[in-house]
Nanobody, 123 residues
Framework: QLQLVESGGGLVQPGGSLTLSCAAS????????MGWYGQVPGKQRELVAV???????NCADSVKGRFTISRDNAKNTVFLQMDSLKPEDTAVYYC?????????????????WGQGTQVTVSS
């Protein structure tokens, strides 16, 4: 059973930092892109940052210069370093990965989601 398990959320004061982690486990041939999405109640899930298998990154304008996405391919893990946090960063953060499970069917890729981790920025 392929799954993504997140950790690292919590409560932090404005200006503080948090690091989110997401590890993929199960039958995995190749992990393509990995990313983080944020969702607040009543709104759609939105892209925060994404990283490709080669390491190229992209992030939302609202977090540029404050959040950094990285990955450890050997451990099938993606990280989101969140610095200079603001109250408006408060959301449930979901890890997402596009994975090719089987070498026998390299054209079959699927999108997987983690369970979400709450990040609350408040004094």
């Amino acid at each position: 059973q392929l799954q993504l398990v997140e950790s690292g959320g919590g409560l932090v004061q404005p200006g503080g930092s948090l690091t989110l982690s997401c590890a993929a486990s199960g039958t995995i041939f190749r992990i393509n892109s990995m990313g983080w999405y944020g969702q607040v109640p009543g709104k759609q899930r939105e892209l925060v940052a994404v990283i490709s298998s080669s390491g190229s990154t992209n992030c939302a304008d609202s977090v540029k210069g404050r959040f950094t996405i990285s990955r450890d391919n050997a451990k099938n893990t993606v990280f989101l370093q969140m610095d200079s946090l603001k109250p408006e960063d408060t959301a449930v953060y979901y890890c997402q990965a596009v994975i090719t499970p089987s070498a026998g069917a390299p054209w079959r890729t699927y999108q997987y989601w983690g369970q979400g981790t709450q990040v609350t920025v408040s004094s």
